[in-house]
């Protein structure tokens, strides 16, 4: 059997990759900072296996690989956090903590998985968001953080290819799950937020899920270093509400 890492595994989009991964036939190694959650995750999905580490903890990603069975095949880093708050009024902490964990435990947890993967390859995801590939309102930190996860993804592609390692981000757009559940809770902000989407709905975890898991496959085994958006077309509508003449196609003004 495969070994799979996730990361924030706990709970929201994390869990969900967890339960795919096993449905698919791996035995996935569960790391969350939230031990009794983990704990609970493990109960109830067979083929999990709870481990308490701090991706931010170079110490504590070491020694959780290191601990691994086997060199995993593949590696999720789906643990994040967001700080909200407009630049101006950002504190430093907030700031640190948002790149501590999505951008320094994103490092961490992918170099040791490279270091142990490194003699039978793999695949390592890397969650951002669309707050990655553009600015949004009061994303402060979050959105430097996700960019930057995507780049540091292309450079951990180019410099682990001849591993046989491939490693890919996967940017969630608006997802009605995990650290977004507050947000979607309010009926105004739902629909105000919803009426964006071109495809008419809110991504859910299983629309995350699926995406990792299909990067993860063989069907995906000559894409690496690519960001795969999952948002039903949200980032590519940035024109959409434009008006054009009717002077020039007939078109709606
Ligand atoms: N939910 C969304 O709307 C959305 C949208 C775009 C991208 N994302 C990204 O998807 C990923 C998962 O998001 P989510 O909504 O499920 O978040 P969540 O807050 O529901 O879950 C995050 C998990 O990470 C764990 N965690 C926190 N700090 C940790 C640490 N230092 N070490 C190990 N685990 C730690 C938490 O305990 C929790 O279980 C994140 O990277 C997030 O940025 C989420």
């Known amino acids: ?3 799979a890492v996730v990361t924030g595994a706990a709970k929201g989009i994390g869990a969900v990759i967890s339960e795919h991964a096993v449905k698919a036939g791996y035995l996935v190694s569960a790391w969350d900072v939230d031990a009794d959650a983990v704990h609970r ?3 109830r999905v067979d083929g999990v296996t709870p481990c308490v580490v701090d991706v931010t903890d170079e110490v504590a990603v070491n020694d959780a690989m290191a601990a691994l069975p086997e060199p995993p095949a593949l590696v999720v880093n789906n643990a994040g956090m967001v700080r909200f708050g407009p630049l101006l009024d950002l504190a430093l902490e907030d700031w640190n903590a948002a790149l501590q964990l999505n951008l320094t435990g994103t490092f961490l947890v992918g170099r ?3 270091r142990r993967m490194s003699d039978i390859g793999g695949s390592i995801i890397n969650l951002a968001s669309i707050n990655g590939v553009a600015a949004a309102p009061n994303a402060g930190s979050y959105t430097a953080s996700k960019g930057a996860v995507i780049r ?5 592609a180019m410099e682990w290819a001849s591993r046989g390692i491939r490693v890919n981000t996967v940017a969630p757009g608006l997802i009605d799950a995990g650290m977004s559940e507050p947000i979607y809770a309010d009926p105004d902000a739902r629909r ?3 009426s964006h989407v071109p495809t008419g709905r809110l991504g859910t975890a299983e629309d995350v899920a699926d995406t990792v898991m299909f990067l993860a496959s063989e069907k995906a085994s000559y894409i690496t270093g690519q960001n795969l958006v999952v ?3 949200l980032t590519k509508a940035v024109l959409a509400g434009l008006a054009r003449p009717r002077s020039v196609d007939g078109g709606p003004r």
């Open 1 to 3: 059997m495969n070994w």
């Open 41 to 43: 995750l493990a109960d």
């Open 112 to 114: 040791a998985a490279a």
């Open 152 to 156: 540091l993804t292309e450079q951990m």
């Open 192 to 194: 105000q937020r919803t």
């Open 231 to 233: 948002d039903g077309g």
